[in-house]
């Protein structure tokens, strides 16, 4: 499974971005999917993930603010980032194939990609 990531940048606050993650080597379709992030000196955290039926999980800190969907036939996941503040300032990465439980999403494997960086000035 390949992932690239792609999209981030330098936005002020309350700026929008859209993130995108294109996904080879596997069957897109049947995959879940999520977005995770992390910042300098933090821990790696799920941003927000889609299951293959399109069921979306966001972390507390996002929801109303980040909105995840996914293109089949593009084999691409894309973030949509509005109202960004300093906080959402991280190397946001994609990952492909984890597991569905408890209403979000779990990784599985190591595979991450290069990530994208969004930076985001006050």
């Known amino acids: 499974v390949q992932l690239q990531a792609s999209g981030g940048g330098l936005v002020q606050a309350g700026g929008s971005l859209r993130l995108s993650c294109a996904v080879s080597g596997t069957t897109f379709s049947a995959k879940a999917i999520g977005w995770y992030r992390q910042a300098p000196g933090k821990e790696r955290e799920l941003v927000a993930a889609?299951?293959?039926?399109?069921?979306?999980y966001y972390g507390d800190s996002v929801k109303g603010r980040f909105t995840i969907s996914r293109d089949n036939a593009e084999n691409t996941v894309y973030l949509k980032m509005n109202n960004l503040l300093p906080d959402d300032t991280a190397v946001y990465y994609c990952?492909?194939?984890?597991?569905w439980g408890g209403g979000r999403y779990w990784y599985t494997n190591d595979r991450w990609g290069q990530g994208t960086q969004v930076t985001v000035s006050s």
């Open positions: 889609i299951d293959s039926d399109e069921t979306t």
């Open positions: 990952n492909a194939g984890g597991i």
